[in-house]
């Protein structure tokens, strides 16, 4: 089952900060998190493993709620660069073997 | 320079016709996958591979068909059978993520540019 993500869109003007939530009806083993910029393929940014664990990538990182089957990216000081979609994507605990990914979030970002 | 490489990256079709997308990979990673993107839908899985000689189905695996002769290699083919074909269609590749407890789950995806079907 496709995880859930939200906001679906959002508009930024440089500097501003965003938060980017996904949810996930099964138990989950690990979320991935990549961005894609319009006619090109997703890029990665990070995998959580572990219930509780954050990373950072530059000034975007996440955080993982094993208990809640929740992940979110937070975007800090947004820049231009920041722009595109943002897909999260999910393993559950019984098929670790494969990504499903969320509908994604459109993020603008405008001066 | 190692990556995976897609071709074609526009292809047309005819209704009616088969085609096969290639996927290549020179990064030596074991798993491999197809997924393929429409407008607001996101990616969905059409299907994977652990292993050469072995491959599952997807959450869309209908109207399409795979193999996986050498571990390098993860064509795609998109039937007749396949009612809706027209989409961009994405290869990936990967191994198991750092840390990861024995070995398990899907590390990094790896991307192909990509390669955008359209049936006429």
């Known amino acids: 089952q496709q995880p859930v993500q939200s906001p679906q869109a959002v508009i930024l003007r440089e500097g501003e900060d965003a938060v980017i939530n996904c949810s996930s009806s099964k138990a989950l083993y690990s979320v991935h998190w990549y961005r894609q910029k319009h006619g090109e393929a997703p890029v990665f940014l990070m995998i959580?493993?572990?219930?509780?664990e954050q990373k950072g990538h530059e000034k975007i990182s996440a955080s993982f709620n094993e208990k809640k089957q929740q992940s979110s990216l937070y975007l800090t000081a947004s820049q231009l660069s920041y722009s595109g979609t943002y897909f999260c994507?999910?393993?559950?605990?019984?098929?670790?073997?494969?990504?499903?990914f969320g509908p994604g979030t459109s993020l603008s970002v405008i001066p | 320079d190692g990556g995976i490489t897609q071709s074609p990256k526009y292809l047309f079709r005819k209704e009616g016709q088969n085609v096969t997308l290639s996927c290549e990979q020179n990064l030596n990673h074991d798993a491999m996958y197809w997924y393929r993107q429409d407008p607001g839908q996101g990616l969905r899985l059409i299907y994977y591979?652990?292993?050469?000689?072995?491959?599952q189905k997807g959450d869309i695996a209908e109207g399409y068909s795979v193999s996986r002769e050498k571990k390098e290699s993860f064509p795609l083919t998109v039937t007749s059978a396949q009612k809706n074909p027209t989409a961009f269609y994405l290869c990936a590749s990967s191994t198991t993520p750092p840390g990861a407890a024995m070995g398990l789950g899907t590390g990094e995806l790896f991307f192909g540019e990509g390669s955008r079907l359209t049936v006429l």
């Open positions: 994507g999910t393993e559950s605990k019984t098929s670790y073997d494969k990504v499903i």
């Open positions: 959580l493993l572990k219930g509780g």
């Open positions: 591979s652990q292993i050469v000689n072995d491959f």
